[in-house]
């Protein structure tokens, strides 16, 4: 009984390292088509570039790049993910970010904005290399 124990007990020590070990770096600049559905806007689709400056363990900070009939818009943007990264959100002045990270070059996202100009977004993005 001893031995089991032991052997659970170093198993965990040895294995819980390696958990902490595995954070999913969304650093770099990451591309792809968008597809958007705004209340007065209508539908509308583009480039969308996701650039992630800064990562600090769980956390991080970037941009979201994008083109509108107005012009070119470039918006900050922060979030956070659990530590499996398997949940990730975001946000930005205006509404929230749903990340799924794919593998370690595909991520995608879905964004919403409630009010008067109420819009929804999704892509799946690439990292650049």
Known sequence: MK???WSLL????????AMSADVPSLVGTWTGQ???IAKVEGRRGGLATL???EQQGNTFVGHLKRSN???DEDEPLW???TPDGQL???SDEEGF?????IDENTLDYCYSESGPSARSVCARLARQR
């Open 97 to 101: 970010y749903i990340f799924r990270l």
């Open 79 to 81: 979030g956070a993910f």
């Open 51 to 53: 650039v992630i400056t």
């Open 34 to 36: 968008r597809d958007r």
């Open 88 to 90: 990730m959100m975001g």
């Open 3 to 5: 031995r089991l124990i």
């Open 10 to 17: 170093v198993a965990t020590l040895v294995s819980t390292p």
């Open 69 to 71: 009939p107005t012009g």
